[in-house]
């Protein structure tokens, strides 16, 4: 490879992004600003704005308001190339990317922001059981669980079956745990209310299990006991040092209790991609590359990992913290240092910024553990949930997206109260073909 | 059946209502004001504004901007049920509704309003290469191919598989074609011209096929005229008197010519629900129920079949059209005659008002062929297309989607012209492994 310092009068480097998610987005946005040519691949044509993904499930929003085309966002970048494609490997040795039907990416430098899926702890077999929330079609397929469960119990005749149906247990009380909880309580406390007539929506059980002694383990803890109090206010039953040790289509088993449900929600744990284990750099027990403090892989100057699939431990010893600030911040430290590698200028070593966490639990609930000007500052309720507010519309990405966002919210919350205007079961509704395997139930009375 | 003249001394009546399209739902809301107890049952849980699901499968609007829970249109009437569940049946002599999962629904009143879907002439193996639009899931399977097609092609070797894959053909050009095809030339022509590198959407062939010897062929011939220039504007392919034959994974043949494609979008025919052949009552070649004037089943005059299950030949001879204010007039008519039959009054004529047909296609483009005061008149271009948006958003159900769909609209036309908002491939992403069948040539280059 011979590049030129300025990188004019050489072939301009190839640089190849796998992942469009927060890391992989903004370092295509920074790269694509010096003359090399980016190629940017995702098993998705979408980014996605993974923040307020519950939303999606829990129906107040729809997919198309938060997630936008990679290739709209960058569509007036030039240099910039996407393609819709899956990613199996990459080849270090021969510098390319080998994709799933063969087609192979060679690369000059290579930016892998693959991130993380929900693990289940050696349990994959809770997964149909208990999906969890990541992309799209979780959050489609948990908005479809939970609409239907009212369904069929609004059609059962069996009070113990109904029961269960009215059941939803979230597993993990972290940021979406805590969301989820908060949002699915709203749901059947307010939007549902009025919906039904054999049975009572504001009845139904939602209950939040955490394994740590306390929800949002990693927030301060008068942060924690703050939502703990704002859940139970919603209706949320918070069950700390609960350890889930069997799903099963009837129930969730805690030790030697049984909670009879339909519905589990997956929010606990997070297993990196396993496109880090092909690179042959070490990984740590969640399966992220353990990366130099320049954000580069051992031995690969060439090839940087960011995002959830980097364990980057130079700055506290442990990890930093899954969370789209850190991914956005070394997706732009990864796309400057490959512009000073071209350019022939040291790499910088990379620090996180951290300005702190915010999650939200109902319609003007919330904690904030701010980080100001050095300061720490935890604030609680409508305040804090005024700052997620306007910490989430300020970075959701792409403008019309945006403003169309603020007006569904400030119309929902100013004039439809608890109104979720997508409220819609498709794909598979029940009672065709296709029926869940958890309303398996013969049912043979007649309703009058 | 022991029913007082007032309604109120004796145990209410059960009407039992079959399916929320336009007809049901109209028909719930007239019966529900009279001292009744009205069961809705449909398999969907939402009521769907189909004249606008082409632009869902076009990604102009989410699906939960066009649809709503019927349960949530009528929370406030106490005495409706509405029920998700899918009838097989009706068993006329017993007065009960039969649900493929073996409940029963029995009644006092049946109104039958359980529709169309799509028909391909005999040739069903069609159905999956070329989808039609009557439901969410239809219009978000065209969605996938249409934009997946733009994306194989961007990743696509060879050539000719390259043409096949820009060439969209859609089949039938009654309004919903010609929306569609509108459309599809608008994404290729505007929405996505920055978007790709190794291919020009712009180049993209859109046909539209029609077997009769013009475009919108229930329309005035002037405004057929008309439509036709406005699609030819827009680039698209208007081929008339054509007749498919065959359609396979590669192609469609017109007699003995083939034209090369992965992208067909059925527009042409509709075949009636199978609910109204198990009445024993007779039907009509397309599967309609031959109604009498007052709506109801010969023989049955407790049950009534509306909108476009039904064959109303009592006006002009031929079955009145399949259109949304053909159901909503005939669901008001059957509720007024269940009434009068309960209170002991005679029942009425049905008799449809024709205010006329509007078709749009593109932005800004449209032809409206109105009956105002008895008067025809014919309107072409941004005067009809004005007259289509208004009337569409005055009868969009559901005040919050309609506030938010004409913000929505006004957002787009006037400062994001051509953005669709919603171009997102959900729940199937190539290459992964449920590839289609239609993109299944190996492809082995490397690409730099």
Redesign the interface.
């Known amino acids: 490879m011979a590049v030129h310092h300025d990188g004019r009068h050489a072939p301009a480097a ?1 640089v190849v992004i796998v992942g469009g998610g927060f890391g992989g987005l903004y370092c295509a946005k920074a790269i694509s600003q010096h003359p090399v040519r980016v190629t940017l691949l995702d ?4 980014h996605l704005f993974q923040p307020l993904l519950y939303q999606v499930a829990t ?1 107040a929003l ?4 938060i ?3 990679i ?2 966002i960058l ?2 970048r ?1 240099n910039v ?6 990613a199996q490997g990459v080849d270090a040795a021969r510098r ?1 990317v080998i ?8 690369y000059d430098y290579l930016v892998l922001a693959t991130g993380a899926r929900h693990g289940y702890f050696g349990h994959d077999e809770w997964e149909p059981l208990a999906p969890g929330l990541k992309w ?2 979780d959050a ?1 397929e948990v908005r479809r669980r939970l ?2 469960a009212f ?2 119990a ?2 059962e005749p069996d009070p113990g079956i109904r029961a269960a149906l009215l059941t939803f247990v979230i597993v993990g009380a972290g940021p979406t745990g805590v969301e989820m909880a908060g949002a699915v309580a709203e749901i059947a406390r307010h939007t549902l209310e ?5 049975i009572d929506p504001t009845r139904a059980r939602v209950i939040l299990l955490e394994g740590a002694p306390r929800v949002l383990p990693t927030y301060p803890e008068d942060l924690s006991a703050s939502a703990e109090r704002q859940l139970r206010a919603l209706g949320v039953e918070v069950r700390t040092r609960a350890l889930v040790t069997e799903i099963t289509p009837e129930l969730v088993r805690i030790g030697d209790e049984s909670i009879p449900t339909r519905t589990v929600i997956w929010a606990a744990g997070n297993v990196a991609s396993p496109l880090g284990k092909t690179l042959g750099a070490p990984v740590d027990r969640a399966g992220r590359v353990l990366v130099e403090p320049d954000l580069s892989v051992p031995g690969h100057p060439e090839i940087f990992v960011i995002g959830d699939l980097a364990a980057y431990t130079h700055q506290t010893g442990a990890p930093l913290p899954g969370v789209a600030p850190v991914a956005i911040q070394q997706g732009e430290v990864a796309a400057e240092n490959i512009w000073r590698s071209i350019t022939g200028q040291p790499r910088r070593r990379f620090r996180y910024h951290d300005r702190g966490n915010l999650a939200t639990i109902g319609r003007a609930a919330a904690v904030a553990d701010l980080h100001l000007v050095g300061l720490p500052l935890h604030i609680s309720g409508f305040v804090a949930w005024l700052a997620w507010l306007f910490v989430h519309i300020f970075w959701l990405i792409g403008f ?2 945006r ?2 966002v603020l ?2 919210w400030a ?2 919350y100013l ?2 109260p608890y ?1 979720r ?7 598979r ?4 073909g296709e ?1 869940p395997a958890r309303v398996a139930e ?7």
């Open positions: 190839h098993q998705h044509n979408y129906a729809s997919p198309g308001q997630a936008m085309p290739r709209a569509r007036h030039p190339t996407v393609l819709l494609g899956t390319r994709l799933v039907d063969g087609d192979e990416l060679p799209l079609d489609l609409l239907f369904e069929a609004e059609r009025h919906d039904f007539r054999f019309t997206n403003m169309l007006i569904q119309w929902q004039l439809a109104q205007g997508a409220r819609l079961i498709t794909s509704c029940w009672p065709t029926e013969p049912r043979s009375r007649t309703r009058a």
